[in-house]
């Protein structure tokens, strides 16, 4: 069965943090899993930032690859609610600035362990395992993640300084890319997928503006 990508990309938005399967090097031959948070980049990769000292960090350099299981958050049944799993490679990422704030909107109690030993890590997808609920299941493939139209750190920068009005607003916007935007209201992440994406650059602003303004 063919899934729509954007249902994957609703997913790695909406939650917050997964389940993080790497290779033990304490117990050869074992997956080590552990939860961890993500903040997905311009091209809806998870990125974790984590601490070199930690047993996961320390597996992820020795085996790059791994596993990363996500569910819909509040789900009441995790048989029927949405739910992946990534399995991809890991690798070191050395962020621009106009990421890290990126990062810090999504996440800004990790502002104070950036001064630690705690730094970056990106998955890039090989294939995904997305279940949308009973029957509802199929694979997508590392082509189907190259293909995605993306949105430069440095772009959603320039675009999220241009919409103060709605950043006065009690929700909260987190980030914007070219298939939806990404809020917090109450601790509640919400995520609302465009109408017509991908969007051109020039489109964002406008549309964001539209749809913020009409959130109750």
Known sequence: ????????I??????????????????????????VPHV????????????????????ILADARVSYALTQPGAADVQT?????IVGDVE????????????????????PLLALDFSFFRLTPRRVRYI?????????????????????PEEEQLALRELVAPQGRRPRLLG????????????????????????ATQDIETTVQRMFLALP
Not at 1 to 8: D, G, N, Q, T
Not at 132 to 152: C, I, N, P, R, S
């Open 81 to 85: 609610a949405p739910r992946m799993t």
């Open 132 to 152: 949308g609920g009973v029957g509802k299941m199929g694979w997508l493939e590392a082509a189907d993640w190259h293909t995605l139209a993306t949105l430069a």
């Open 176 to 199: 914007v890319d070219r298939y939806g935007m990404d809020i917090e209201i109450s601790e509640e992440r919400q995520r609302h997928r465009f109408p017509n994406g991908p969007l």
């Open 10 to 35: 609703d997913l790695l938005h909406l939650a917050t943090d997964g389940t993080l399967a790497t290779h033990s090097e304490t117990v050869p031959g074992y997956p080590f899993a552990t939860a």
């Open 40 to 59: 997905p980049d311009e091209a809806h990769r998870p990125v974790f930032c984590i601490s070199r000292l930690a047993e996961h960090t320390r597996n």
């Open 92 to 111: 070191p990422l050395e962020p621009s600035s106009a990421f890290v704030e990126r990062f810090l909107r999504y996440f800004p109690a990790a502002e």
């Open 1 to 8: 069965m063919k899934i729509p990508i954007e249902l994957a």
